[in-house]
């Protein structure tokens, strides 16, 4: 873990070398300052020399200056440096966002995600530039000051850097049990951000079903849980400053009284007195910001190890070696033997499982809720991977195509229509990247909202909200349809919704059902069952595997059997799907 850590660190070598010798340049001049101090107490003073100090106040003014120039840069560089590496992470963690299996997202909340990528890695990149100055200014202090102290007096220089050593053994040792504590705190606000993002996405529910109530009493737990695991942070962190700061006191007095005796002793002169005191105070001051940016230090620290959970999730296998590029497939689709669990799920959903579709023909999966029906449509594109037996697209194993090739053939319309932030046109294009207008508006026609779209004022360049808020469900439906359309695939997966409430879904997939299934192999996840009598086969799937088939005809004679009894359940009122 360390090892990847220093990798960021070290990545931007450039900006890490400026500004590491800006700090390096403003702790010279801090070194500088008491050692002109005590020149002039021990040397310029007792022989009465008025010029050589007002030189000295002079040189005094440049050497303040240019620190307050440095410490600027400093400042401003730092940050400079913090915010690439910031922004490196960032894309790191979102390239690995677009890869990772739906295995990750099942898992794990968007919240949380969205927090590992926001909070979380600018802690970090605070941690690195900041923890990395103080440590630079501190190691310099302390080896530069340990040997000019040296030259005043040995054993009085050993016995402070005992007292120093001592307390940062303390320090140390307290590490571990910090670290604990604040990765707990750093997962309850990862929750609390989970639960604002659900809530947030789930307003109109929460607002149909007046449960704005329960909202906030679930948010409330959260933020309770964040508050208590926060109070101990906070306590562990004050009780760690409040320790540390009865240290430097203690070590004051220590110096004051050794240094005090050895004046006395005539051991040391008072200019030799005031170094101690000044050298002591200045390798406080890095050591105090240290303690002080110890939350960010481990704050940051908790959150690379988060951050680098995410990178080292295990990437699926995109392609074989023997990995084909298809340009345009048949259609012929077949599960050969296939079993398959979700890896968050316990029970086994496809057992043995065998079906043959051949090219361009139409078949609908029905069957009772949870039976395998999206799974099923899920594990042709290779959504997930498949436990064993093999799924064949032209007789060619799903997991031996490109993986590109192979989705650029298939399309799938999801139960959720998704529509994003930007223009109509933009949403369509989606279909195609890099599509002609010619194109988009041929496939708008297609789907039958070209002529809605024209009535808008800026027509296809009109925005539609974040989650396509402006546009009615029918509208929506069809902007997804002329996707479809214009992406043309031979392979189409209609992942029906299941609310029973959506008509518009239905008619408009009735609409251009013609149109749709024309020279495809279309499957149809249908959880209704008005969708799919035009059909060429209706597959009845139950907990055991297929059931039933047949076209719709052959099936609702057979008054005994699934099809029929579900047929009549959806007809007489009952909702299956
Ligand atoms: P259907 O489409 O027939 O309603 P699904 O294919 O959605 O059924 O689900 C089949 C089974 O797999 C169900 O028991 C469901 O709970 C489970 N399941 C579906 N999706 C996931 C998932 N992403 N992770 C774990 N289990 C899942």
Request: proline share 2%.
């Amino acid at each position: 873990m360390f090892r990847k850590f220093l990798d960021y660190i070290f990545k931007y070598k450039g900006n890490m070398a400026l500004v590491l010798s800006v700090v390096a340049g403003i702790t010279t001049i801090d070194l500088i300052l008491p050692f002109f101090s005590r020149q002039i107490l021990n040397v310029y003073i007792p022989s009465k020399n008025s010029s050589a100090i007002i030189n000295g106040g002079i040189i005094f003014l440049v050497l303040i200056i240019i620190y307050t120039i440095l410490n600027f840069t400093q400042a401003y560089l730092g940050h400079i440096w913090g915010l690439r590496i910031h922004q490196d992470m960032r894309e790191r963690a979102f390239k690995k966002l677009q890869v990772l299996p739906f295995d990750y997202f099942d898992k794990n909340k968007v919240g949380i995600i969205l927090s590992r990528i926001t909070s979380d890695l600018f802690v970090t990149s605070e941690m690195i530039h900041h923890g990395l100055e103080d440590v630079l200014t501190f190691l310099l202090v302390s080896v530069v000051g340990f040997i000019l102290l040296l030259q005043i007096n040995v054993s009085i220089t050993l016995l402070i850097f005992a007292f120093i050593f001592m307390q940062l053994t303390a320090t140390a040792l307290a590490r571990k049990h910090m670290q604990n504590i604040f990765r707990r705190a750093r997962e309850k606000t990862s929750t609390v951000y989970a639960k604002l993002e659900s809530s947030i996405s789930a307003v109109r529910l929460t607002r149909a079903f007046a449960n704005e109530n329960r909202e906030l009493e679930d948010f409330q737990k959260g933020a309770k849980l964040q508050e208590k695991s926060a109070k101990q942070t906070n306590f562990a962190l004050a009780s760690f400053s409040a320790v540390n700061n009865f240290f430097t006191l203690l070590l004051n007095i220590v110096i004051l009284t050794i240094s005090g005796i050895a004046v006395i002793k005539g051991k040391i002169n008072y200019g030799d007195l005031l170094a101690y005191i000044v050298y002591f105070n200045l390798l406080m001051t890095p050591m105090k910001l240290i303690i002080r940016s110890f939350e960010t230090i481990q704050e940051g620290w908790v959150s690379f190890i988060r951050f680098q959970e995410l990178i080292d999730e295990p990437e699926p296998i995109k392609n074989t070696p023997n990995a084909v590029e298809v340009k345009e497939v048949k259609g012929d689709i077949s599960f050969d033997n296939v079993t398959f669990t979700y890896e968050s799920g316990t029970e086994t959903v496809l057992k043995h499982f065998n079906l043959d579709i051949p090219a361009g023909k139409m078949v609908a999966l029905v069957g009772p809720s949870g039976v395998g029906k999206t799974t099923i449509a899920q594990l042709i594109p290779r959504f997930y991977e498949i436990t064993s037996g093999n799924i064949y697209i032209d007789k060619i194993d799903v997991r031996d195509y490109d993986l590109r090739s192979l989705r650029e053939n298939i399309g799938y319309v999801q139960q959720d229509v998704v529509i994003f932030w930007g223009t109509i046109k933009d949403n369509i294009e989606y279909g195609k990247l890099g599509a002609t207008d010619l194109e988009i508006v041929s496939a708008a026609k297609h789907a039958g909202i070209h002529d809605f779209i024209m009535s808008m004022p800026d027509g296809y360049n009109t925005f539609v909200g974040e989650r396509g808020v402006k546009l009615s469900g029918g509208q929506k439906q069809r902007i997804s349809l002329a996707r479809i359309f214009l992406k043309n695939p031979r392979v189409l997966i209609l992942d029906e919704a299941t609310s029973a409430l959506d008509n518009l879904t239905e008619a408009v997939i009735q609409e251009n059902i013609e149109k749709l299934t024309k020279n495809r192999t279309v499957i149809v996840v249908a959880h209704r069952l008005s969708t799919i009598q035009q059909s060429d086969e209706i597959i009845v799937l139950g907990k055991e595997g297929i059931v039933e088939s047949g076209s719709h005809n052959e099936l609702i004679k057979n008054e005994e059997g699934h099809y029929f009894k579900l047929y009549n359940a959806q007809f007489n009122g009952f909702i299956g799907g």
